[in-house]
């Protein structure tokens, strides 16, 4: 640890900032600072330890609000002054204002954020979900997503067999375009039939990532 803190670039107060990441959608959650104590508490607990500027003091996250941070990695960046945590946010919620992320804000003027913000950009399969989700909740017509929908598992699941057999062929042909497209329209299509059944693709990269650590099967 030692080694680690010493290679760091710390600011004339002793502070890094560190940028706070969702360990398995890669959102942006925040942005705090960080001296030599909070870093070796967060390694050594376990949980995401700040400094507050505004109280002078060590900031335990969550500690008050029960939205505590589980550290799952720790990068610093080429020039060794930003760190880059990937975290297991507690409840989902990271701003103070009760939102998921503090970066919910794209327009002229800004808003008070809240539960009901703006998701913060994710990976592009969660981006895609968001809008499968919106069409299934506010449907817009001539959508192909609510065409699917509004048929079903019949639809959808007949539609998932079909993409999944012209995925079959592609990969026959080794045509790596048709292969990269046909995949795209089996997750598409499999994240409509998640949609239909009330599954969150969350809860899908939450599963992977589970198996991603466990003992390798014989």
Known sequence: ME?????LRFNDAGLIPAVAQDWLDGAVLMVAWMNREAITRTLASG????????RQELWHK????????????????????????????????ACHTGSRSCFYDDGLEPTAGGPAAA????????E???VIEG??????????????????DNRILKKIGEESAEF????????AEEIAGEAADIVFH?????????????RVQEVLARRRGAPRRG
């Not at 060794?80 to 507690?90: F, Y």
């Not at 506010?138 to 699917?148: I, V, W």
């Open 119 to 126: 998701p913060p950009p994710a990976d592009v399969c969660t």
């Open 62 to 93: 969550g500690a008050t609000s029960g939205h505590l941070q589980t550290l799952k990695g720790l990068r610093y960046d080429c020039d060794a002054d930003v760190l880059l945590l990937t975290i297991e946010q507690r409840g989902d919620v």
């Open 190 to 202: 499999l994240q409509v039939a998640l949609a239909h059944h009330g599954v969150s693709w969350r």
């Open 3 to 7: 080694q680690l803190l010493a290679g």
């Open 128 to 130: 895609l979900m968001r």
């Open 168 to 175: 079959v062929m592609a990969c026959k042909d080794d045509n």
């Open 47 to 54: 949980e995401v330890h700040y400094w507050s500027r505004s």
């Open 135 to 152: 069409r299934r909740d506010q449907p817009e017509p001539g959508s192909y997503t609510n065409k699917l929908l509004e048929g079903g």
